[in-house]
């Protein structure tokens, strides 16, 4: 999933848990488990997502969906730096390790993989996921390809900004 969407699901995580749990040191050891389970959750839901397999210089409308969720993660990390540093890490911390230190290590190791991350060795995290994903997830359509694909994007953001500024 884009890391916005991750980010947005960090910031709704760590309000929530600041909320329901008084005690600061017990909120930050909350935001680990709890960021993992969002991302199990977030990334078994990508089906529903325009995710095309390659890049598409040629398509205006792959641009500029590439361009929003850019600047768009950029500038969410930006301005919630400060109050939701932790849980925007923690809700990223499985790409943080899958593809920033087990497939760096891998390469460095000259450890074959397969193109399609979904067949990654079950020391990728995101073989769990692909796992969680086809036993709960299966039902829903293959939007990957399709720009409907940024509807449930969107909504995810929506649902996580409208909590927090309803609710928390
Ligand atoms: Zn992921």
């Keep these: 999933m884009q890391s916005i ?26 935001l680990l488990p709890g960021g993992i389970l969002l991302h ?22 792959w ?5 929003i969720v850019l600047v768009g993660s950029i500038v969410v990390a930006v301005v ?11 809700a990223y911390v499985v790409d943080i390790v899958d593809w920033g230190i087990t497939r760096p290590v891998c390469a460095l190791k ?3 993989l397969p193109e399609d991350p979904n067949l990654y060795p079950r020391y990728f995290v995101h073989y769990w996921i692909g796992r969680f994903r086809s036993r709960c997830f299966s039902f829903l359509p293959d939007w990957k390809e ?8 969107i909504a995810i953001w929506a649902a996580c900004v409208l909590v927090v500024v309803s609710f928390l």
């Design 5 to 30: 969407t991750h980010f947005f699901s960090g910031i709704f995580l760590m309000a929530l848990v600041q909320a329901l749990v008084p005690v600061t040191w017990l909120v930050y050891v909350l």
């Design 40 to 61: 199990f959750l977030i990334d078994g839901l990508v089906d529903i997502t325009y995710h095309p397999k390659t890049a598409r210089m040629q398509d205006p409308f």
């Design 63 to 67: 641009k500029g969906w590439h361009l």
């Design 80 to 90: 919630f730096w400060v109050p939701y540093f932790w849980g925007m890490f923690f």
């Design 110 to 112: 000259k450890v074959q």
């Design 146 to 153: 399709k720009r409907r694909g940024v509807v449930p994007e």
